[in-house]
């Protein structure tokens, strides 16, 4: 089955510094991938949506200047929270798929916590 | 616009039990739905997913679902519950086939021995 990675699984960053999460398709192209947002005892929350070589388009509420979204090739994805901040602290988990009406697969999540 | 209901954001069942978890939806378009399974710090896994076309769903793990329409309700069950099964279960809905996910909060459903 198709297998997506993300990098790191865990983070522990001091509040004001940037950290970056890296979402790869392993096995297969993934033109569109997702970002989302899990909070405890939450239930996911759409982020963004990138597009291989074009600008994400992030959902109402979502601040693009914090969690910039690089789509630069059809493996790789990566979400940058910038300056981040105690209350950034959650899980995040990326999804990829590889076009128009194919299932999306998910990674394993990467747990940020901002110090 | 769409949401999902998870009726429940916890199930507790015996080993060998009936498991049922509860989802209802809206969706003004015909929808795709979803069981997900979700594990301690991971990912998700996808147990089973409607598309159009036959409204019994037979998913990963002895896990199915039924599309009732009007009932707008997608339930997950499966006859025999096992230890293994305990984890978080969220129900999803997108429009078609976008796959645009809009999850519902999650069970979480615990087996007790």
């Known amino acids: 089955g198709a297998v997506v990675s993300q990098h790191p699984s865990r983070v522990i960053c001091k509040s004001g510094t940037s950290v970056k999460i890296e979402c790869r398709s392993l096995?297969?192209?993934?033109?569109?991938m997702f970002w989302y947002r899990q909070f405890p005892k939450k239930s996911l929350m759409l982020m963004a949506t990138?597009?291989?070589?074009?600008?994400?388009?992030?959902e109402q509420g979502v601040e693009k200047d914090k969690f910039l979204i690089n789509h630069a090739s059809l493996t790789l994805s990566t979400l940058t929270v910038t300056s981040a901040h105690p209350e950034d602290s959650s899980f995040y988990i990326c999804?990829?798929?590889?076009?128009?009406?194919?299932?999306?697969?998910f990674g394993q999540g990467t747990r940020l916590t901002v110090v | 616009a769409q949401s999902v209901t998870q009726l429940g954001s916890h199930v507790s069942v015996s080993e060998g039990a009936l498991v049922l978890l509860r989802c209802n939806y809206s969706?003004?378009?015909?929808?795709?739905l979803f069981w997900y399974v979700q594990y301690p710090n991971q990912g998700l896994q996808l147990l089973l997913k409607y598309t159009s076309a036959a409204t019994l769903v037979k998913g990963i793990n002895g896990f199915e679902a039924e599309f009732k329409k009007s009932e707008t309700s997608f339930h997950l069950t499966k006859p025999s519950a096992h230890m293994s099964d305990a984890a978080e279960y969220f129900c999803?809905?997108?429009?078609?086939?976008?796959?645009?996910?809009?999850f519902g909060k999650g069970t979480l459903l615990t087996v007790n021995p």
């Open positions: 999804s990829a798929r590889t076009g128009r009406g194919t299932e999306a697969f």
């Open positions: 990138s597009n291989e070589g074009s600008k994400a388009t992030y």
């Open positions: 969706s003004s378009v015909p929808p795709y």
């Open positions: 999803a809905v997108s429009r078609s086939s976008n796959y645009k996910l809009t």
């Open positions: 096995d297969f192209q993934a033109t569109t």
